[in-house]
């Protein structure tokens, strides 16, 4: 059993950066795939980044690419935010996947807690 814990989120203008991150307890990272998913109000769960294992291979939503940058290292999975727009303002969810490419939530097993980003305007 792996839990995942993020943090980093917070309050931030338009324009500005956060890093989110991931920590898990239970089991090492180092054997998943993760990600990163949102769920804004009155919506549905999206996909926002994974990185594969090996640390090297990454995949963006449109959203997000040239914005968002996700990357790990044996303990922890991170997501660093630029040029943050009212629109990414969600809840952020790290979670743990066995296959790749995994860009569907169902894709993946373990999930936090979540970590609110708001982005003022």
């Known amino acids: 059993q792996v839990q995942l814990v993020e943090s980093g989120g917070g309050l931030v203008q338009a324009g500005g950066s956060l890093r989110l991150s991931c920590a898990a307890s239970?089991?090492?990272?180092?054997?998943?795939?993760m990600g990163w998913f949102r769920q804004a109000p009155g919506k549905e769960r999206e996909f926002v980044a994974a990185?594969?294992?090996?640390?090297?291979s990454t995949y963006y939503a449109d959203s997000v690419k040239g914005r968002f940058t996700i990357s790990r290292d044996n303990a922890r999975v991170y997501l660093q935010m630029s040029s943050l727009k009212a629109e990414d303002t969600a809840v952020y969810y790290c979670?743990?996947?066995?296959?790749?490419?995994?860009?569907?939530?169902?894709?993946?097993?373990?999930w936090g807690q979540g970590t609110q980003v708001t982005v003022s305007s």
């Open positions: 990185i594969h294992r090996d640390g090297i």
């Open positions: 979670a743990g996947a066995v296959g790749w490419i995994a860009a569907q939530a169902d894709d993946y097993v373990y």
């Open positions: 239970g089991r090492t990272l180092r054997t998943y795939n």
